[in-house]
């Protein structure tokens, strides 16, 4: 056996499969590398210089989540830390996104069932590292057992939980019937991300044996550019991080939230907020979410997100 074939059994590499998450030495076949506990094809992901990180998009139908998502893609690979898309295994996922924001229609709806993650590659500092996000169906958060399929979350390091504020109760009384009477309608989501659907997540990390604390919480608000409501932020050229996330976090305690953020900082140690803007830069930039989760340090140039 060759010696770069001994040295890329040995090295271990992270299952993209949302059903397998497995990490661990691939098997060779004859249509290149497979994991060796689902069987299914690997990706090639050269070199890393470490295991990929995890993130899992969560939200309820209709809330924004995949739109939000592919925004904040575009912007990481325009960045300066030079992320890329690898788009082995979601290629025909990513490519009807762009399609369909092209366009300006409602990207497709995300499969019920688990998928595979989402590849982002970059070179830093000439090291290779790779983060694997989950893009997770809405519906799937409202029950347990269906939750529990996606074993990848065994090694989550971070959930972007995105929250369409037209549902909750603060704007859905005020804004509600406007909303969906503009023209085009604004959809929005049928229910917000509440108590229930992070208790299905607290039950299935325990049975996967994950510390729950050890998992860091982005909070993304999106559709903030309907009914005037980019009005009661700061201007991207005054806000600092530090006022943009607390005003943030403020307004979603006014608009009934309050308990839910109180059981996000209970039980998790890291827990930032967000407010996302498309084609917005600095601290209303969609990558940012991403990058605190990544640990990057945005608050040292948070205009170039």
């Keep these: 056996m060759f010696d770069w074939m001994r040295l890329s059994i040995r090295r271990k590499v992270l299952c993209p499969a949302a059903a397998c998450g497995h990490w661990g030495s691939p098997v060779f076949g004859m249509d290149g590398k497979a994991c060796a506990e689902c069987g299914g094809r690997l990706p090639d992901l050269g070199h890393p ?5 995890v993130l899992a998009v969560a939200g309820t139908p209709q809330c924004g989540k ?19 898309i690898r788009c082995s295994g979601s290629s025909e996922s990513w490519e009807s996104l762009r ?61 972007v939980l995105v929250m369409d504020p037209f549902a909750l109760p603060g704007l859905s009384r005020q804004y509600g019937s406007f909303v969906r009477d503009l023209r085009p309608p604004v959809m929005v989501a049928r229910e917000p991300f509440g108590d229930a659907h992070l208790s299905n997540l607290f039950q299935v990390l325990e049975l996967f044996g994950c510390e729950v604390r050890n998992v860091s919480v982005a909070v993304v608000v999106t559709k903030l550019d309907v009914m005037g409501l980019s009005l009661k932020f700061e201007s991207a050229q005054n806000a600092t991080l530090a006022s943009g996330t607390g005003n943030c976090k403020r307004l979603l305690m006014e608009w009934g939230m309050a ?6 900082e209970n039980r998790f140690c890291r827990v930032a907020f967000f407010a996302s803007f498309p084609s917005t830069k600095g601290i209303f930039s969609a990558a940012n979410p991403i990058n605190w989760s990544l640990g990057a340090d945005i608050h040292s140039h948070p205009r170039d997100f």
């Design 259 to 264: 308990n839910t953020i109180r059981l996000l």
């Design 49 to 53: 210089s470490k295991k990929p990180s």
């Design 99 to 159: 399609k369909a924001a092209y366009l300006g229609k409602p990207p497709p709806s995300t499969p019920a069932l688990p998928g595979t993650a989402w590849q982002l590659a970059r070179v830093k500092e000439r090291h290779l590292d790779h983060v694997f996000i989950h893009d997770t169906a809405g519906a799937e958060w409202a029950d347990t057992q269906r939750l529990a399929r996606y074993r990848a979350f065994q090694r989550l390091d971070g959930l």
């Design 66 to 84: 995949t739109t939000w998502l592919a925004q904040a893609c575009e912007v990481m690979q325009r960045g300066p830390e030079n992320w890329r």
